[in-house]
């Protein structure tokens, strides 16, 4: 990303979010964008696949904690957009011809990027190559032979709907995705099938060339190349001379045991192919997880609720309740109150040390109706049973005595 791209592009903007825009933020815009403009949900959409890239391509700088730094840094120094980039220096450029105002604008275009805001060179760096074409011409044609040697590939996001127990036990699941790829017409050298590009004779295969306009010296990329330093003359017919075409694939992607709603799982080298011979770009994928009819997840345990009776809660049992990798018995003690949180060891989510355990709550059924011998049978439990809150009546009983 070069510092005119930082200076040019609102990447705020992009994101619809405020410069002062928290980390969570930035990251809850970039997922509903990203949602709703996804290739896969807009096929032969142009202009939502344009969309997406620039979404993309702002998140993946406002993310990035010194790379956002960076960028703020740019656009405080010289101006959010190019109006501000234009300014100029009040009072006139010191040793200007004429004492004229010097133009900011100009500068970033005749030297293809700029220095970088707070970045090695800097702002010395960038006049350095205004006068006599020293430092700043050397760092310049750097920045164009990087721009034209190996360029890695771009990350992608794409998201994974599992069910509850695929996102406890793990499980490998094919993706189909769309993202810029290698053209598979030219391999990748832009160049039409026989023949190859050829060494750029304005810069000589360098991507950078010089020139004076009075008292300056100015180094700019190579307008013949586009400082790649290499000329394509007859472009390959299927990706325009890019070397990158739009392609859709499917990989299989293993799901690791244990991940949770909303989890962001990133797999080197999955994104798309580097060009140039540029190492690929990382896979980052969005985990959504349906819900489960009886469990539910508490951390790394899981949580489970069972109806029991009362004679079971009074009098103790054993039940068998389920668990993602088969039954488990599980033994209620006698005078369980309703409500209470029993513990099975071990058989909750896998983790990297012990695996979470199974919560297991126990209510007690109450009926809604009973048969004329069931309600007598109640009322004589009832009688033997007593009262259970004889405090309670008591306090009450002491209060009507007083009034």
Known sequence: MSTRDFIEKDYYAALGVPQDA??????????????????????????AEARFKEVSEAYDVLSDPKRRAEYDEARRLFGAGGAGARAGFPGGFPGGA?????????LFGATGGGARAGGAGGLGDLFGGLFGGGAGAGSARARSQAASGPARGQDVETEATLSFEESVLGVTVPLRMQSPGTCPTCAGSGARPGTSPHTCPVCQGVGVTSRSQGAFAFSEPCRNCRGTGQVVEDPCPTCAGNGVTNQTRTITVRIPAGVKDGQRI????????????????????????????LLGRKGNDLTLTVPITFAEAALGATLTVPTLDGDVTLKVPPGTASGQTLRVRGRGVPGKGRAGDLLVTVEVAVPKRLTPAAEEAVKVLEAELGDPRPRITAAVQQQGGTR
């Open 22 to 47: 928290d980390a969570a933020a930035v990251k809850k815009a970039y997922r509903q964008l990203a949602r709703d403009l996804h290739p896969d949900k807009n096929p032969g959409n142009a202009q």
């Open 98 to 106: 004429g004492g004229q105002a010097f133009d900011l604008g100009d």
């Open 266 to 293: 990133r797999l080197a080298g999955k994104g798309a192919p580097g060009r140039r011979g540029g190492p690929a770009g990382d896979l980052f994928v969005v985990v959504h997880v349906s819900e489960h009819e």
